[in-house]
Structures are given as structure tokens and as C-alpha cells.
């Protein structure tokens, strides 16, 4: 019996990931002809090498303000009574469950040009003119940091539910000030937590669909929507699939140094 289980779920592994995946493999070096023609596309084509610095970009801003915002989150969770705990996690879990589309067509109706942000802005005599925040990279980064904060905070919290908030008296005791507390004791001990969230937030953002095909309006594509395109719309299989391996790879990257950075973070004994 437990032979069974051992081989089973390695075997489920293999053939409802690993198989699907050998299969893209396959396409992006034999369609439309055996070869390296659709990584070499990739390599000289300045618009996909457009959409990639559109999607590195997006999803690197995406990262740190999702970052950072969970972190001051997650630092007064940490530090809050029992019901301020529970009405952090209950506000952050509330957004968590909703649809991404709900969520995506919500911001269109909050930042569109006469949405609820503009008209105060301009009843308020901030602006003269609604601003342009949706249908750019602008309204895609709004959209998805919102989405993202909740993934950020998990690991972040779980960081700050192992402190020895011992070594924060000690530290003032000792006589540093709140800021050097900070950055030489709280940090540093949370910053496995943090890491984890950055590449999380990251590695989830180059997957995103929904939420820049509606805030972006056609106008911001990333790499997500274009393999789409390239799919149902061009039937360019090869360079689809190409385009796929390509983002497993950086996704794989990632997550070897986030077991790499992870190891190094983590307090050594002596």
C-alpha cells in the first residue's frame, strides 16, 4: 500500500504536468518546421522583445508596491489587538475571493474617464480635465497589485508569526531608535518572508490575463495575452509554444534562486 502511494503521486505529477508541457516542448521546435526558427523569432523580433520589456517591466513594478504594501499590512497585523487581527484579515480575505474579472471591470468603473476617482478629483478642484488612468499601464499596474497584495501578505505574515518580538525590547533596550530596530533586527528577520513574496507576486504576474486585457485595453499587451493571440487568433502554434518555454524558464530561474536566496536569508547557526 505504501509503495503504491509512493509511485502514484509522482505519476499523477508526470502526466498532468510534466507530459502537457513536453508536449509544448515539442511544438515549439517542430511547428511550422522542425528547427530553432521560433526561438530564433524570439531572439530578433523587436515587438516580442517589446511585449517581454512591457511584461518584465509591468510585473516588476507589480511586485514592489505589492510588496511593500503587504509589508506594512502584515507589520501592523503583527503588532495589532486580536480584533484588529481579525479586521485585517477579514478586509484582506474579502477581496481575495472575488472574481478577478469582477475586479477588473470594478477598476474600469472607479479610474474610466468619468468614474468615481475623476469626478472627485475634479469636484474637488485637483484637476480641470479627467485623467487618463485606465487603458494603459497605469490602470493594468492598479489592477493588479490589488490583485496581488493578498498573495504578498501570506508569506510576509508568516514571517512576522515566528518573531521573537524579545530581540525588538532587547534592541530598544539597548538603546537603538525605532528605525534601527527596524532595519537591523525586524527586517532582517522577516526578509525570507519578503523574498518569497517578491518572487510569488512576480512568477504569478507573468501568468496575468484577464486583468491587463481589460484595464489594458488592447492598448498594453503582455507576454500572457500575446501567447493567446498567437494562438487563437494568428494559429502561430510554434511561436506560442516557443514563447511558453521561454516563460517556464524564467519562472524556474526564480524559483532556484528563491530556494537559493531562501537558504542564505534564514539565520545560520554557530
Known sequence: MKTTLKWTLPALLLAV??????????????????GLGNFAQIAQDGHVHGILLTTFRICAITTVLAVVMAYVVA?????????????????????????PLIRAF?????????????????????????LSLVRN???VVV?????????????????FSQLDTRLLLASRGLGAGR??????VLFPLTLPGTIGAAVMVFVLS?????????LGGGRVVMIAEY??????????????????????AVVGVLVWLLNRMGGTALPQDR
Open 17 to 34: 504536468y510534466a507530459l502537457p508541457f513536453l508536449g509544448v516542448v515539442f511544438w515549439s521546435f517542430s511547428r511550422p518546421e522542425p
Open 75 to 99: 507589520t501592523c497585523w503583527a503588532f495589532a489587538s486580536r480584533t484588529g487581527r481579525i479586521l485585517i484579515e477579514v478586509f484582506v480575505l474579502i477581496p481575495f475571493w472575488v472574481s
Open 106 to 130: 470594478a477598476w474600469i468603473l472607479v479610474l474610466r474617464g468619468d468614474g468615481v476617482l475623476n469626478n472627485w478629483l475634479i469636484g474637488t478642484g485637483l484637476v480641470d480635465a479627467p
Open 137 to 139: 499601464e497605469f490602470g
Open 143 to 159: 489592477g493588479m497589485v490589488h490583485f496581488m497584495v493578498p498573495y504578498a501578505l501570506f508569506p510576509i505574515m508568516s514571517s
Open 179 to 184: 528605525l534601527r530596530t527596524f532595519w537591523q
Open 206 to 214: 507573468l501568468g496575468f490575463f484577464v486583468t491587463p486585457a481589460i
Open 227 to 248: 501567447i493567446y493571440q498567437q494562438l487563437f487568433q494568428l494559429s502561430d502554434w510554434g511561436l506560442a509554444a516557443a514563447l511558453a518555454v521561454v516563460v517556464v
